[in-house]
């Protein structure tokens, strides 16, 4: 929840001058008030947009709440579900999420399924056991071709906003258990090819070693991406 009107034009203006390398995508999640204007400055640039949330039903009695109906009307691409703080704020279960998933699934757009632990789950070891039941409770519900339309983001709760950032090792760690999940319900082929993102205090100074760990396939950025030419730096990373 950042920004004006004015500051994110100027933001999204920005970005559209980064050269983004070949094979890679870029994907802004713009605050709904600004999405129609954001999707109209970036038509004919390589950059997408997503949501930053949605309603688990197609229309109804739910005054300021978003369906994917109305977001999927605007061009919008892709749907954030279950950010930490959505779950952690809003208290986001993981059946609510699964829903909200097949809404957005629904509708041709794709979700970006976010999963992590908080530092005391960290603390305790339990934390593979613990994203796993957010995968199989909120995505495991889904075909093969739903999911293969899915990113997942994983963020350890402890590394979010606080300037602790997971080691590259401890991100290659989860993202491989992660994979290994995919693998053993899915099969090795859908396995490979989800894409896994890292989110947690990605800045321009860890991005290249976070990014070049085997199973890390991107960033979920979140104060770094407030500033173009720090996003800038993280996209070129």
């Not at 500051?7 to 203006?13: G, H, K």
């Not at 600004?34 to 009695?61: D, M, P, R, V």
């Not at 491989?176 to 321009?204: C, E, F, N």
């Amino acid at each position: 929840m950042q920004k004006t009107a004015e500051e994110a034009n100027a933001l999204v203006n920005a970005l559209i001058e980064v050269q983004i390398p070949d094979g890679r995508e870029v994907i802004l999640g713009v605050p709904f008030v600004f999405l129609s204007e954001a999707i109209k400055s970036t038509t004919s640039s390589a950059i997408s947009i997503a949501a930053q949330n949605c309603h688990q039903e197609n229309s109804g009695a739910y005054t300021g709440e978003i369906s994917c109906g109305m977001l999927s009307s605007v061009g919008v691409d892709y749907v954030i579900l279950g950010h930490s703080e959505r779950r952690a704020q809003f208290a986001e279960s993981h059946t609510l999420l699964a829903a909200k998933v097949d809404q957005v699934l629904a509708h041709g757009l794709k979700p970006i399924f976010c999963c992590g632990e908080p530092l005391q789950i960290r603390e305790a070891g339990t934390h593979v056991e613990y994203v796993a039941k957010q995968l199989e409770e909120s995505l495991f519900h889904l075909d093969a071709g739903a999911l293969d339309n899915v990113i997942i983001a994983y963020e350890p709760i402890w590394a979010i906003g606080t300037g602790v950032t997971a080691s590259p090792q401890q991100a290659q760690d989860m993202h491989a258990a992660i994979r290994k999940m995919l693998t053993s319900k899915y099969g090795d082929d859908a396995a490979q090819a989800m894409r896994i993102l890292y989110g947690g205090s990605v800045k321009p100074a860890n991005a290249n070693e976070l990014f070049s760990q085997e199973d890390v396939d991107g960033g979920l950025v979140g104060g770094a991406s407030l500033k173009a030419e720090d996003f800038a730096a993280i996209i070129q990373a």
